[in-house]
Structures are given as C-alpha cells and as structure tokens.
C-alpha cells in the first residue's frame, strides 16, 4: 500500500491523529504562506485557521471523553479504591492453622497433581481477592495492603502464570499482606489464611514476606502459623529454612525505585585515587575501548543503563567473535591485534561501557547500616583504627537539617555523605546482621557494584538455590571479622571487578523490582515442578555480556570415535546417472563406508532400476525426496546409522580411497568439525566494506566445501530444524550456498574452524558446475559473495574462523618409503 | 490571492467533512476494548489510590532494626560456619590426617586410606592436620565400634566418611563432625556441611578406573529410549512406545517389547529410569558410566557431590507422581538438550566417580573449596571438563586463565609466547637457537634455564626480545616447574640442541592458538602394546601414527607447568628424575589424561635431523629422538601410576594450507617449511 494512503487512513482512524496532521500540515505551510498575503487576509485566513483548528481540537475532546467515560464503565470493576473492599469479620474461635512444619519438602507437602494439566510446563497462580479481614471487636487484622504486596501481585497478575480460574491454578497467592511482621496481628491473620477458600492445611499456597519476626528475639521466618504453605522471606537462617522448599527472597529496599543512582563501572580502591583529583585519572581501559571500538568516541552517555547500551555491547561482541581466530587481511585486523591484549572478549566489553565512569573507588571497604549492635560497632571501629583511610564506617547523622531524609544521609565525624551514592566509592561494602538476619542494605550494595562483605552466620543468601552467590559475594563468618581486612586483600584484582560486575547484574536482574522479585520466586518454584524444562545456571547466573560471548560446543565432550562404526556416504544426484555410478563405485572402495545413501532430487524422473545399479559391499539406498530443492542433502535422515557422514556430490570422482579413509580418521578426531577437501576463504573488501568470496589458492581456509565433507549427523539436524532466520529457504530459493550456510552454522554452533584435508588438487570444482566461461564464472563469485554477506547479517556475526593448517597423514611427502605409509595414495593426480 | 483563499476554504470544507466523518466513528471505535475486556482474565484489579498505599516498611524502622544484640544462631545441627574451625587450616591450606586402621580391614577401607595418603593435603601428623579424618568399616559389627579417637576433641574438624552404610555410624556420636557419607537421605542430610558420596560397587578400581562407556556422541538410532532399574538389580529396557507408566506396578499392562538384563550389564539406553529408592544408588552410578541419562523420580537421597555438581546438566530429577508428563518430557526431549545430558553424565563419571581416589579427592577438594572462600573452584569449573580435579584453583579463579575454556568464555590465549630453553650438562650457550627463536613473529621472551654445572656466561648475545636466565638444579623435572618469569599463556620448551627454524616455530605458534589445551610439537613417539613383554612400550621411529611429542621443542600451555608439579604423585615426578626421558613421557601422560585428545605434530624440517649432534654419552639420552631400552619400563611404571594408559594416538599432522603444493613458492606464507 503506498505510504500516503496509509497515513491518510491513520489519521481518519483516531481523533487524535486528525488534529495532529492537520496541525502538522498547518506548520508546514503557514509559515511559507503568510508572509506573502496582504495583511488583512492574514488577520483573516489566521483567524479561519485557528476556528477550524478550535473546532478540530473540541471535537476531539469529544470524542474522547465520552469514550473514556463509557469504558470505564466497563473498568468500573477494577477502578476502585482499596478502601471499599468487602470486609469480612474473623470470629474469634475461628481455627488457628497449625505451625509450619519443618520437614515439609515438596514431594511430601505439596500437592503436584494440581499442577498435572498446566500446558507448556507452566504453573499457573491464582490470587485471591483482596478483602479486609477485622476482629470480632472491629479492629482491623493488618493493614489492607501494602504498596509494595500490591505491585507484587500485579507482577504476577501481569505474568503467564496467572490465572482467574481457581479450579486449575496450581499455586494459590493469599492477597493478605504479610510482608512486614510488625504491621499485622499474627493469631488473627492466621486465621484469616485458615478461613480461604481453597486453604486446605495450606497446600500450594504460597506466602511472601520480607521483615519477619519482632521483638524481642526476632524470629528468622514469619510467626504467622502456616501449616503446609511455602514462605518466600527475606531473612531465613539455616534453621527455619526448608532446603528445596521455601523461597529466600530479597529484602526490598524502596531506595531502589525513589533515587536515581546512575551506574558505575567496576573499578577498585587504589592508594593513587585518594592523592589525586578524580578527573585527571586516565584509565588505560578508555583507549583500549576505543581502540575495540574503531571510530566510536569512548565517552557514553552518563547515566545510561546497562540494557540500553545492549545494542553496543553486542556489535561489539559480533565482531569480536568474527576475530577469534588469527586474522589476516580481513576486517577488524587492528581490532583483533588488540584484542591480543584482552584475555576475554567480554572483559574488553565490560571496560567498554564501564569507559568513562570507570575511576578507582576511594575506599577499599565500606560500612554503611546505621543500626548496628553496639559489639558489631567496636569492631568495626577498630577495623578502621587499624587500616585508616581505606575503610570508612558510616553513622547516622546527629545534627540533619530538617526536611533531609535520614535515609539518603550517612555521616563519618561530622562529614556528612550521600547515600546510597556513597556505596559507589568503595570496593566492598559490609552487611552485617541486624536484628533480622536479611538486610535492604544489600540491594542498594549490589546496585552500586559494591561487592557485598556478608558477615551473618546462617543467613540464606536471597534466591540462594539458583543464584551463585561466590560469584559475586563474600561470606566470611562473624567471628572472622577482625580478619576480613586481609580475607579482602587476598582476592586477586581481576576477581574483585567480576564480581562488582556479577553483583550488579543481580541487582539488575533479580532485585532490582518487585516485579523482579516475584518473578524470580515463581520460576524457582516452577523450575522445582517442571525440573526438565528448568532454566539452567547459566541463565540464572552469566550477564548478558557473557551469555553473547560465549560458545557452547554441542559436541563438547573429547571423544574419539570407534573407527568400526564407520560412516555414511550421502550422494545428492539429480540425473546424470552415470557419473553418480562412477562415484558410487569409487567410494564404496573405502574401507570404512557402511553405508551409502542415494539422495534422488528429480521428481520427474524415476531412478534406475535395482538391477542397474553397481553392484558393492555395504548396503545401498535411495530416497526419493518430494521437491528438488538443496537442502535435501542436510536433512537427517532415519537412515543414517553412523555418526559420521560424507556429503558427496555425484560428481566428485576424483578423490581417492586413500583420501576419503584419510578424512574419515581425521575427522574421527575432530568430530565436532567439517571435515572437507576443497578449502574456501571469505575476505574483507576494503573498498566495498563487505565480505568476499575467495576460491585463489591462498595460505588459510575458513571454509570447506560440502561437495566432498565429512561431518557429525547432528549437524543435519541443526541445518534442518535450527537454521537462523530464512537462510534455509533462502538457499532452496537460489540454488546455490548450501555448502556457505552448512559452514556458518557449524563454526557458531561450535566456535571452530574447519579441518582441510590432503594437498590441493585440480578438482572439477563443485559449485562451477554447468558453468563454462570466464564471465558466468564471475557471476558465480558475486552469487557466492552475496551468500557470505547475507548469511553473516542473518547470523548477527561472521562465525567463520580462519585457519592457516591442512591436516596431512603424518608422513606425507616425508622420505619414507611409500609402501609403508598408510595412505599413499593421496594428492597424487 | 484567489487561490489562497480558495484553498483555504478547500481546507475548512475538509476538515468540516472530517468532523463529520469522526461524528460516525466512535461507534465503531468504542466496541473493541470492551470485548477485548470480556474475553481477558479479570486479574489483580488497578487501584484507584495506588498513589496512597502504604510502604511496606518505613524507613525509621529499617534503621532501628539493629538495635537489638545480634543472637547467637540456634538450633541443634551444625553447619559449616558453627562447627568447623577453619582457622586451624593456616594460610587457608587443607592438611588432612586419617587415623590408621585399627585391626585387619576389608577391601574398601583399605582403598580409602589409600587414596587419602595419596592426596597432597594428606599429612602425617595430627597436630600439624586441619582436617581428621576417620573411616568406618562396614563389616565392624556394631558391638565393636572403634574407640573414640585421641584427638576427638567433640569431633571438631572431623570428617566421618562411611563409603558403605556402616553401623557404627549409627551409634556413633557424632559431635561436631561432619558425615561423608554414601547417598545420604534428605533428611538427615546437611547442606554445605555434611558431603554426599556416591554409592560405590564392592570391586570399585582404586586409581584409573572404570571407563566410560559412551563412544559416541549422539543416541545410536533404533537404542531403547528408557531401561528402568529393577529392584533385584539389573536393567529392563522400554520400547519407545508406551501408553503406560513403565516403572508403576499400577499401570502395569503394555510394557511394549521389553527386555530384562540381568546382574550388573551396563544399560544400553538413553534415559535410565531409577526410581529413587536408597538401593537404587548403584543404579545412577551405572547409568552415568553408560553415558545413559538417569531419570530420577523423587529421589529420597542426596544426589552426590551435589554440593558443587550441577546435577540439572547431566540428569533429570522429576516427580513420580506425575508419570505421564515426564514420559512426554522423554519423548520429547529436543535433540541438543540429550546430546548434552549424555555428554555430562559421562564427563562427571570419568571426572569424579570412575575411580576409589577421585572419589576421594572429590571429598577433600570439596572442604578445601569451603576453607578458601573466595578463591574456591567457579561452578565452571567443577561442570565442565576436564573438571575441578584437573583445574587447581591455585593457579587461578579466573576460566580464562586456563587452556580448557576459552569457548566458553569468548576468551583467547594470549597471543604471543615464552620460549624456556633448558640447558643441561657441559653445553654450550644455544646462541643459533635463541637467534632463531627471537626472530619468531609472536616471540614475547626468552628464558634460559641453565642447569649445567658450568656457570651461564656472563653475557648474551642482543635480542629483540628479552632475555633472562634462571637457575635450574640439574633435575629433569625442573624444567616444567611454574615459574612466575613465564607471562604468556604458551610456552615454547626447547633444548639447547634442538634446532629449529623461525618459519617453524612462526607456524607451530598459530596452531597452538586453535588447539590451546593441546601440546604441538615437531618431534614425535608413538606408543605400542608389546605382546611379547604384555607390556606398553614405545619408540622413536617414524611411523604412520603417534601419540606422545617430545618436550625437547614443543608449544604448551603454561597451565601445566602448574599441573604437573602440583597435581602428579610425587613418586612419579621422581621416577621422571631419576630417568629423564620419562619426563617426556610423564608430561603427554599427563596432559592426555586432562585432555583425552592426542597431541598435534606440525612439520619439521628433514635437514634438522642430519644437522643433529652425533648421539650424546648415555649421561643426556634425552636428547635423542630415540628412547633408550632402559627408559621402556618407565612408560609401564606410569601407566600404573595413572591406572591406565592415557594416551591417544593420532594419524594427522598438521601443514601450512600450501604445504608442498605445486604453485608458485611466493604464494606461500611458510615457504622455508620446505626447503632450508
């Protein structure tokens, strides 16, 4: 549809749009217009206009008002006040459930037959209605609800797992607030969850709370009798924590939603950052960015979040995933000498957006909680008496000017610091136990990428089950304390700025929201229900960064296969009968074939009779396939035995027995990789900045051609069921390239290069079949050209790797005599 | 003017139109959210005054909170932090005692304290120890228990490990000590404090081990998909198609094809069900050695080592009272996420369990990794190969400082490298040599490790890179001790006889760089059963294949250099002292045990042979390509020493992509490969 058509039809759909074209056409030619008309008819024309413009604008109000106030009377259910909910009047002999048992795990507590139907392994969460529960005298049990339990249910409102059917939830969330022990009356809220409607002793409910306990003694999960329901709370030790059956969730710290706290790179305390001013420090990591990053400016914008600078941070990584292997001549070349001095590619990345907010931390370890036992405060006086300037111990502040929040403010002898911005200039930060053993100090810690010092003896560290706490914490044991200074120290550099970076990305991740908190709750407990489709550690624990940069090889434990196995010839042929003869007796003289599969691409056309074929050792089949298209050659197919295949054109006579038995051993120690006779090469075209196709004889290979290959039968079906975007039918399409996409989607899956086997020989080069001529012949590299550049934008990177090594037998061409080597025969045409 | 206005008026016409227009629309318009409204769930209702909710703590409240003294942590059991005193462990060292056997022992018993004493945290002497360890013997009558230890002391920093249900583990008062004990029940089970063994058979082998049984990477096809464990022992193989819950008596009626194999056959499956009753233990150790995916329903016992295994890679733990969705899970199971699952259970049977000592080890490591906190073993480490045992944490926390995870971590080596030239006996400074090897493109220094009784000369000849000369003992296994001179991930080893080219070692070095964890090298020895002897043997002759590369020039990772003084027996590093070319050997052992990959061969000139001193006086045999008879016993010696033989061989060599081709010499980037 042409482009103005559709415009017109946006603006004639919505009232709004009406006014903002005609106002937008009314900007464009006004100011061309008026000038030229005398001044009256400007008076006049102005005055019409802005009529017509009144009008337009009224009738828009119009229109919308009334829609506004009909639909909310569709809303009128949901839009209500809080304080109108129905009360409910708990009589005072209403029964009390039983205290939480301890033993309760989930294959004795709880009931998964209610999670039997669920689809797409998905436990689905019903919420009750919020109620008002009162005593039998009127007192109301707890307040209503707390801004934070209302945005929590509305997380999981929001979420799949809701649902408003209570006959097939799964899970059952009470809308009774019990995050906060002290503002609810603990026998009568038991007795409101008693008296819900599908309680039944508790079973699948699930309760959250974050300040459990009260004084005096503070319990370290939530008194509220509970009987069988799971309890997601901030604060459990080891004793009131049921293993793989209660949650352990953060401490929500509001700070996190009420200051603006932009992000600051890893960086560490250094003797230097104190004697100099902060701004002349240059970091050796901006030129290093910079130079990762050709053309960029190293400087970001402040304040930016890590998400936003995604699409930075993954070019970044594409690029340097193109460069793992020795590079030359080809685009990035300066890049990937850089990169030589980078130990990891998402190091470089980090250093990249970490730029310019990167500067050294002023403190090597921090204390921040104002409410401190006194014992807990002489200790940390006399870690500071003893290290001076590197620690710092903050107090609440004696003498606040009225209107400062005591909150945002920490003071160290009458100088006076901004918190939580104060937790950014230091490396570590302490958390140490309150009264309750789960902190808030430890979210705003982790925001500022301060790495967290946890000194709290059996405290359940939050989402402890899935997340990898070493990775971005330390735990040192309460009466380890005076110790901690030199526990510190003897972190190496690099470990401290992975885990400023790890504990952030949790901060990020899992507490940075309610929402995020409940989330995380929710797919815990589904992940116990549905432990086969669980998300794994790497997903829980690497930041994006890394997940980008790094390569998970399918085929990654070393194994060298049995060479009686053998493997499986497959022949795409499409008529020339005698040719695909010719080859088929060829290869069955290899010794290790077991199999030879004829893959017949003519549907016009039967394939010769049984009787016609050569007669040969192994045992020989023919699948027609339904439509003549080149991916035929990749599918998997049942009758593939072995876990090796050669891909064979039928035209590909050349080769030896000894060559093809030699790149079946060589591949048998590679078997994650192609293994293959042609060598390819894609280039860099400095002049048309996109990659080339390179068939010369050159000094490296980055790919092979599938017109004769040995590869893993995985590989298949990776190509046929895995393929990223189009390219599959993208290459049915042309015709052309399978060999290209087979390469590319080998070397990402497996981040390695391909093998080329034996000397090169004047093959009948596969891909210049029925093409005779210089001229079609150059058409045929831009084709193939194309396929590169296409395929790398498809990809999202260029996975190819290029290498400088051929796999020869190990005597070959050696002065030896040649009836003794095992494959003499190769390279001899 | 006239057309002004009349365009104008043109415009007020329209947008009068407009309005008209719109005046019909809304009609259309307000139906679509109310029935969007009706079909949607009802869901958590937005509040009106959302804007005036109460937070859920105050802030004056969250900074009261610790007024109150920190209480002491309750409770009866202990955990790591209450019952362990790693203070004793100085300098966050593991130094582990274990009290002799008392009386004749059995089988089992005896291999545990074998492979304690093995370990290099094993001590002598208790008061020196952090860590006391005691063994129970299962066929102690439970009258008998042993005494309580000397050094009891309420069982602090005590490790009670029962490999078999011991009964005096049940009478036992245990105190303060932690249990290692074989598949422990949940319950009784305390995290981070207590460790979960595996259940091991009687004739578990005590070093080596057992091998995988897994010999390729994907299912076989037309492979039972599920063998269920019998409760006598054994396997019953499932057809793929069952409508049935094939492990329920209660839905006992279409089993498909089944098969029952009796006694201990390994199962020929791709998921191996086990019900998860204690006595099904045996049956997960099984399946992992089958490279079979157990599927474990409800097991009431701690999985192994669970502690620092992710057991979600390599088995899948699903609840039995949901039968029918976990078959469907089998069934459809997506292909990649198997090939995983297979991979892992092998790798964490040949990493942890093949064997009595990694059980053993995997004890120890696992306490050592709680005393060093911080500098404890990555989760990568421990999950992927070749596993936690293999990859010290004192060399580093960091993956990419080793050669094995690179992939993983979208890292790379370093890309240049440190030659270490040993020079051994009366020799001359290898002056031909450095200027070869400083010549090399990725060439960061040179060292020179002078162990010749001569002093070194005082002056070396100018090169573009730095030299420096450290001082050797004269040992054959000095050469492949860590030192911190080394800066770059490779390690170019050479003797001061070798003779090399600078095309050579240029071309090597870019090999390493794909194959890091690798040894590359130009001279080669293949080894062989000699049927005559029933003994290993191995030569220098040239032949089709080979499986060791002589150190004497070789590229490596300087990973083992850590490796081989820190990780190997001391007894084998001796015997490589006391026969130097077995230093060869014991370090393609060892790297070929870590790896499970045969090392790579890159060319070598023929004219470097014929340049070759003639054979030296039998006092530095190692410097020849061929090993000396005497030298054959050594490879037994280390075959026993590992358990097995390690080595692989390979049949390839690895040549620059022109390599001897017929096209123009100036094509090629490593023409001097060729010719001198």
Redesign the interface.
């Known amino acids: 549809m042409p482009r103005a058509g559709l415009d017109a039809q946006e603006c004639?759909?919505e009232?709004a749009g009406?006014i903002m074209c005609?106002s937008v056409k009314y900007n464009i030619r006004g100011p061309a217009?008026i000038p030229r008309?005398?001044t009256k008819?400007r008076i006049y024309?102005i005055t019409?206009?802005s009529i017509?413009l009144l009008?337009?604008i009224a009738?828009g109000m119009f229109?919308f008002w009334?829609?506004s106030i009909?639909?909310s009377g569709?809303?009128s259910?949901?839009?209500?006040?809080?304080?109108d909910v129905p009360v409910v009047r708990l009589p005072a002999d209403s029964p009390v459930p039983e205290r939480g048992d301890l033993?309760c795990?989930?294959?004795t507590c709880f009931d998964?037959?209610r999670?039997?139907f669920n689809p797409k392994?998905k436990i689905k969460v019903y919420?009750y209605p919020?109620k008002k529960y009162v005593g039998e005298a009127g007192v109301p049990v707890s307040?209503t609800?707390?801004?934070?339990?209302?945005e929590l249910?509305?997380a999981?409102?929001?979420s799949d797992y809701?649902?408003?059917d209570i006959t097939r939830a799964c899970l059952f969330v009470p809308s009774i607030?019990l995050?906060?022990q002290?503002?609810l009356r603990v026998r009568e809220t038991a007795q409101a969850l008693a008296q819900l409607s599908r309680w039944d002793r508790g079973t699948n409910h699930l309760l959250f709370n974050?300040?459990p306990g009260g004084?005096?003694?503070?319990n370290t999960a939530l008194d509220v009798p509970r009987d069988r329901a799971l309890l997601a709370g901030g604060g459990f030790?080891?004793?009131t924590y049921r293993?793989?059956y209660d949650v352990s969730i953060p401490v929500?710290s509001?700070l996190s939603a009420e200051v603006d706290l932009p992000e600051k790179g890893p960086g560490q305390f250094s003797a230097l950052s104190t004697k100099l001013p902060r701004s002349e420090i240059q970091l050796p990591s901006v030129s290093l960015s910079s130079a990762l990053l050709p053309g960029r400016n190293s400087r970001l914008p402040e304040g930016k979040q890590a998400f936003s600078i995604n699409p930075v941070v993954q070019t970044v990584?594409r690029r340097?995933?193109s460069s793992?292997?020795?590079v030359k001549g080809q685009p990035f070349k300066e890049e990937s000498?850089q990169?030589?001095c980078v130990?990891?590619?998402?190091?470089a990345l980090w250093a990249l957006w970490a730029a310019d907010r990167q500067r050294p931390r002023r403190y090597f370890l921090l204390s921040s909680?104002?409410?401190?036992?006194p014992?807990?405060r002489e200790d940390l006086a006399a870690l500071q008496a003893r290290h001076g300037e590197a620690v710092l111990v903050l107090d609440?502040c004696s003498n606040l000017s009225e209107g400062v929040?005591?909150?945002r403010k920490r003071c160290h002898q009458q100088q006076a610091f901004d918190y939580p911005q104060v937790l950014q200039e230091a490396t570590f930060c302490m958390v140490?136990?309150?009264?309750?053993l789960g902190q808030?100090v430890l979210s705003d810690v982790l925001r500022a990428g301060c790495v967290p010092v946890i000194i709290a003896?059996?405290y359940v560290l939050p989402f402890s089950e899935v997340l990898?706490w070493?990775?971005a914490s330390?735990?040192?044991?309460?009466e380890?304390m005076s110790d901690v200074y030199s526990?510190l120290q003897?972190?190496?550099r690099?470990?401290i700025e992975?885990m400023q970076r790890q504990a952030r990305w949790f901060w990020e991740a899992y507490f940075q929201s309610i929402k995020a908190i409940a989330l995380a709750t929710l797919q815990i407990i589904n992940d116990r229900?549905?432990?086969?489709?669980?998300i794994?550690?790497e997903d829980w624990?690497d930041p994006p960064a890394?997940k980008?940069?790094?390569?998970?090889?399918?085929?990654?434990?070393?194994?060298?296969?049995?060479q009686s196995?053998g493997f499986t010839a497959i022949v795409l042929t499409y008529d020339r009968v005698e040719s695909l003869f010719r080859v088929i007796t060829e290869v069955s003289k290899v010794p290790s074939l077991s199999k030879l599969l004829v893959v017949w691409n003519n549907q016009n056309k039967n394939p010769p009779e049984d009787s016609l074929w050569p007669k040969i050792r192994v045992p020989l089949k023919v699948v027609r396939t339904a439509e003549n298209k080149l991916s035929n050659r990749f599918f998997p197919y049942?009758e593939?035995?072995t876990?090796a295949v050669l891909a064979i054109d039928d035209d590909i006579i050349m080769l030896t027995s000894d060559e093809l038995q030699?790149g079946y051993?060589?591949w048998r120690?590679f078997?994650d990789r192609l293994v293959g006779y042609p060598?390819r090469l894609h280039l860099w075209d400095h002049e048309t900045s996109k990659w080339k196709y390179e068939s010369e004889?050159?000094?490296?290979?980055s790919m092979v051609l599938t017109g004769a290959a040995f590869y893993?039968?995985?590989f298949n079906?990776l190509y046929t069921y895995?393929m990223p975007g189009d390219i599959k039918n993208w290459v049915d399409a042309h015709m052309n390239c399978e060999d290209i996409a087979m390469n590319f989607l080998v070397a990402n899956v497996t981040?390695?290069?391909v093998i080329?086997v034996t000397?090169?020989k004047k093959f009948k080069c596969p891909e210049c079949t029925a093409i005779d001529g210089l001229s079609l012949d150059q058409t045929h590299m831009v084709e193939r050209s194309e396929c590169i550049n296409k395929f790398a934008s498809v990809f999202g990177t260029m996975p190819l790797?290029v290498?400088?090594?051929?796999?020869?037998?190990?005597?070959?061409?050696?002065?030896?005599p040649e009836k003794?080597?095992?494959?003499p025969n190769i390279g001899s045409l | 003017m006239q057309s002004w206005r009349r365009k104008s008026l043109l415009l007020a016409l329209s947008a009068s139109w407009l309005l008209i227009l719109l005046r019909v629309f809304p009609a259309l318009r307000l139906k679509e959210p109310a029935r969007r409204q009706a079909g949607a769930p009802q869901g958590w209702p937005r509040w009106l005054d959302t804007e005036l909710l109460q937070s859920f703590s105050q802030p004056a409240e969250l900074l009261e909170d610790g007024l109150q003294p920190p209480q002491a942590p309750r409770g009866s059991s202990c955990t790591w932090g209450a019952c362990f005193d790693a203070s004793r462990c100085r300098g966050g060292g593991l130094k582990v005692f274990v009290y002799p056997a008392v009386g004749p022992i059995s089988e089992t018993p005896r291999k545990v304290l074998t492979s304690i004493e093995g370990s290099r945290y094993h001590t002598a002497s208790a008061a020196e120890a952090c860590l006391l360890v005691l063994v129970l013997s299962p066929d102690t009558p439970a009258g008998e228990c042993h005494p309580v230890p000397p050094q009891w002391d309420g069982g602090k920093n005590h490790l009670v490990l029962s490999l078999h249900p011991a009964p005096c583990l049940r009478i036992f008062q245990l105190g303060q000590a932690m249990v290692a004990e074989a598949s422990p029940t949940v319950d009784t089970f305390r995290p981070g404090f207590d460790v979960a063994l595996p259940l091991l058979p009687e004739a578990h082998p005590l070093r080596g081990g057992a091998l995988g049984q897994l010999r390729q990477h994907s299912p076989l096809p037309g492979v039972a998909l599920i063998a269920v464990a019998e409760e006598r022992g054994g396997w019953r193989t499932a057809g793929t198609n069952f409508s049935a819950c094939p492990w329920d008596g209660r839905c006992e009626q279409d089993h498909g094809p089944k098969q029952t194999h009796p006694g201990t056959t390994l199962p020929n499956a791709t998921f191996c069900l086990i019900p998860g009753r204690s006595a099904d233990a045996l049956h997960f150790l099984q399946a992992l050695q089958a490279g079979c995916i157990p599927v474990l329903l409800s097991p009431r016992w701690e999985l192994p080592f669970s502690e620092v295994i992710d057991w979600t890679k390599a088995a899948v733990v699903a609840d039995e009272r949901l039968p029918l969705q976990v078959l469907a899970a089998l069934q459809e199971m997506p292909l990649t996420r198997v090939l995983a699952l297979r991979q892992q259970a092998q790798f964490l049977w040949d990493a942890y369990f093949s064997s009595m000592e990694k059980v053993i080890h995997t004890t120890l490591e696992i306490i050592q990794d709680r005393i060093s906190g911080a500098s404890a073993h990555p989760s990568l480490l421990w999950n992927s190969p070749p596993g936690a045992l293999l990859a010290l944490s004192t060399f580093s926390t960091s993956p990419s400082d080793f050669p094995f995870y690179h992939l993983q971590q979208g890292s790379r080596p370093l890309g240049t490298f440190s030659a270490l030239i040993w020079v051994g006996a009366p020799d001359q400074p290898p002056l031909k040599l450095i200027q070869a090897v400083a010549g090399a493109q990725h060439c960061a220094q040179i060292l020179v490790l002078w162990s010749s009784k001569k002093p070194p000369p005082p002056r070396w000849p100018e090169t573009a890179v730095p030299l420096t000369v450290l001082d050797g003992h004269g040992k054959a296994s000095d050469r492949f001790l860590p030192y911190s001179a080394i800066s770059t991930d490779a390690i170019l080893s050479l003797d001061a006889h070798s003779s090399i080219s600078t095309s050579e070692v240029d071309f090597a070095f870019m090999v390493w760089q794909s194959f890091p964890e690798r040894m590359v090298g130009f001279l080669t020895w293949s080894h062989f059963w000699n049927e005559a002897q029933g003994g290993w043997g191995y030569t220098g002759e040239r032949a089709n294949e080979f499986s060791m590369v002589l150190t004497s020039a070789a590229f490596y990772h300087r990973y083992y250099h850590t490796l081989f003084t820190h990780s190997l027996p001391k007894a084998l590093r001796t015997l490589a002292d006391e026969s130097p070319p077995c230093v060869d050997v014991l370090m393609n052992f060892l790297v070929a045990a870590v790896t499970k990959l045969p090392p790579i061969k890159v060319p070598y000139g023929p004219w470097h042979q014929e340049a070759r001193p003639p054979p030296l006086a039998p006092g530095s045999p190692r410097l020849r390509a061929e090993p000396q008879p005497a030298a054959q016993d050594c490879i037994n010696r280390l075959a026993a020493g590992f358990g097995h033989m390690p080595l692989v061989s390979s049949r390839l060599r690895l040549d620059p992509v022109l390599f001897k081709d017929p096209v123009s010499v100036l094509r090629k980037k490593y023409r001097s490969l060729e010719k001198p």
Not at chain 1, 343 to 347: A, I, T
Request: neutral net charge.
């Open positions: 004639e759909e009232a009406v005609a217009l008309m005398k008819h024309y019409l206009f017509v009008g337009l009738t229109q009334p829609h009909e639909s569709d809303w259910v949901e839009k209500r006040s809080v304080r033993s795990r989930m294959h998964v037959y999670c039997g392994n919420i919020l307040s609800i707390s801004r934070e339990y209302n249910l509305t999981i409102s929001d809701y649902t408003d607030d995050l906060n002290n503002s974050m300040l004084p005096p003694d503070y030790s080891t004793w293993q793989g929500y509001p990584l340097n995933r793992h292997a020795p000498r990169a030589h130990k990891s590619v998402h190091q909680q104002v409410a401190l036992h014992e807990s609440k929040p005591a909150a140490l136990r309150g009264a309750r808030a003896d059996s990898d070493k990775r330390v735990v040192v044991p309460e380890k526990i003897s972190i190496p690099r470990q992975e229900i549905y432990p086969y489709a669980a794994s550690y624990n890394v980008w940069g790094s390569v998970s090889n399918p085929l990654f434990l070393p194994l060298i296969p049995p196995q049942d593939i035995e876990e030699f051993e060589v120690e078997p060598g004889w050159t000094n490296e290979v893993h039968k995985y079906y895995k981040g390695k290069a080329k000397p090169r790797k290498v400088e090594h051929r796999a020869d037998p190990v005597l070959y061409k050696d002065d030896f003794l080597k095992s494959f």
